[in-house]
T-cell receptor, first 108, second 111 residues
Framework: KNEVEQSPQNLTAQEGEFITINCSYS?????LHWLQQHPGGGIVSLFMLSSGKKKHGRLIATINIQEKHSSLHITASHPRDSAVYICAVDFGNEKLTFGTGTRLTIIP | NAGVTQTPKFQVLKTGQSMTLQCAQD?????MSWYRQDPGMGLRLIHY???????DQGEVPNGYNVSRSTTEDFPLRLLSAAPSQTSVYFC??????????FGPGTRLTVL
C-alpha cells in the first residue's frame, strides 16, 4: 500500500530555532511535494522534489530516494512560519497521497 | 492570473439537499482535481480530470459527481448531501511540470 507518514504531528519552537519536519514513504516515487497551509487558509506549494535538495529563502527541502525519506528545514524560524506543513507524494500514478500534516507553532 | 478559484467559501446544507461546488482556473492546466480535508486525515482525492471531457474517480468518489466540459471549469456536485460529507473541499490544478496549485477551499457543513 502506498503510504506517507509525517513526523512530528505537532511542533512548538521558539523564534529563531532551526526546524526539521520529516516525511517517510513506503515505495518508490516519481515526485514529492511540500505544502504549507495557514490556519483557515488555502494550501500553497513550497517545493517539488524528485532528488537532491532545493532551497527557497529560509526553507530547505531534501530527499533521500534510497531511504525513502524527505525533510523540510526552516532556518531562523519566525512566528509567521506557524502553519501546517504537508508532505504529498506522487507514487507514479499521477495521483497525490498526502501525509496528515505537521502543525508548527513558533513562539515569539 | 486569478489562479484557482472556488465558490462558495462557506455552505450549510440540510441532509438530502444537492449543490454544486464551483472551481475554475485560468492557467490553461489540463489536470484538475478535487480533494476533501478532514481532521486528523490527509487530503483525499475525490475525482480528477486529465483534460476536457475526461474524468475519473479518486479514493473517495461516492456521493459526488464531476464533469469537465471546458479546460477552465471543474464543478463538483453533491447529489444528496449527508453529514459524512461535512468537510473542507479543495480544488487543485497541475501544470506540465507537475507543480500544484490549490484553490482557497470551501467549508461545507451538512446538518
Amino acid at each position: 500500500k502506498n503510504e506517507v507518514e509525517q513526523s512530528p504531528q505537532n511542533l512548538t519552537a521558539q523564534e529563531g530555532e532551526f526546524i526539521t519536519i520529516n516525511c517517510s514513504y513506503s515505495v518508490g516515487i516519481s515526485a514529492l511535494h511540500w505544502l504549507q497551509q495557514h490556519p483557515g487558509g488555502g494550501i500553497v506549494s513550497l517545493f517539488m522534489l524528485s532528488s537532491g535538495k532545493k532551497k527557497h529563502g529560509r526553507l530547505i527541502a531534501t530527499i533521500n530516494i534510497q531511504e525513502k525519506h524527505s525533510s523540510l528545514h526552516i532556518t531562523a524560524s519566525h512566528p509567521r512560519d506557524s502553519a501546517v506543513y504537508i508532505c504529498a507524494v506522487d507514487f507514479g500514478n499521477e495521483k497525490l497521497t498526502f501525509g496528515t500534516g505537521t502543525r508548527l507553532t513558533i513562539i515569539p | 492570473n486569478a489562479g484557482v478559484t472556488q465558490t462558495p467559501k462557506f455552505q450549510v446544507l440540510k441532509t438530502g439537499q444537492s449543490m454544486t461546488l464551483q472551481c475554475a482556473q485560468d492557467m490553461n492546466h489540463e489536470y484538475m482535481s478535487w480533494y476533501r480535508q478532514d481532521p486528523g486525515m490527509g487530503l483525499r482525492l475525490i475525482h480528477y480530470s486529465v483534460g476536457a471531457g475526461i474524468t475519473d474517480q479518486g479514493e473517495v468518489p461516492n456521493g459526488y459527481n464531476v464533469s469537465r466540459s471546458t479546460t477552465e471549469d471543474f464543478p463538483l456536485r453533491l447529489l444528496s448531501a449527508a453529514p459524512s460529507q461535512t468537510s473542507v473541499y479543495f480544488c487543485a490544478s497541475r501544470n506540465y511540470a507537475n507543480e500544484q496549485f490549490f484553490g482557497p477551499g470551501t467549508r461545507l457543513t451538512v446538518l
